[in-house]
Nanobody, 125 residues
Framework: QVQLMESGGGLVPPGGSLRLSCKAS????????VGWFRQAPGSEREFLAG???????IYENSVKGRFTMTRDNGENTVYLQMNNLKPEDTAVYYC???????????????????WGQGTQVIVSS
């Protein structure tokens, strides 16, 4: 069992940066696959980045080159560094974890077992 808590969201101007954190408790995060998603008003939840055990990080094409996912096993935390933010990045951002998800299902939110509550990101002047 694992519990997830996102933090680091806020209001930033276009071109700014944020680093989101996802803190895990109840289990060690490195034993799970972990993903980042976002959901804008009136839109479906969208996959952004993830890591599948065993494997490497993968990114959605829309954020590749601007967003970077990292992991700190000592702090049981994963991060999403977001640079050159745009107004269309405005959304609630979620982290998710799963112990046995397969690679072909990473982009499907219904296949993930554990979710945080989300953190709001607003990109606006």
């Amino acid at each position: 069992q694992v519990q997830l808590m996102e933090s680091g969201g806020g209001l930033v101007p276009p071109g700014g940066s944020l680093r989101l954190s996802c803190k895990a408790s109840g289990d060690t995060v490195y034993t799970y696959s972990v993903g980042w998603f976002r959901q804008a008003p009136g839109s479906e939840r969208e996959f952004l980045a993830g890591i599948k055990r065993p494997g490497s990080y993968i990114y959605e094409n829309s954020v590749k080159g601007r967003f970077t996912m990292t992991r700190d096993n000592g702090e049981n935390t994963v991060y999403l560094q977001m640079n050159n933010l745009k107004p269309e990045d405005t959304a609630v951002y979620y982290c998710a974890a799963d112990s046995r998800i397969i690679t072909s299902s990473l982009r499907n939110p219904s296949q993930w077992d554990y979710w945080g509550q989300g953190t709001q990101v607003i990109v606006s002047s």
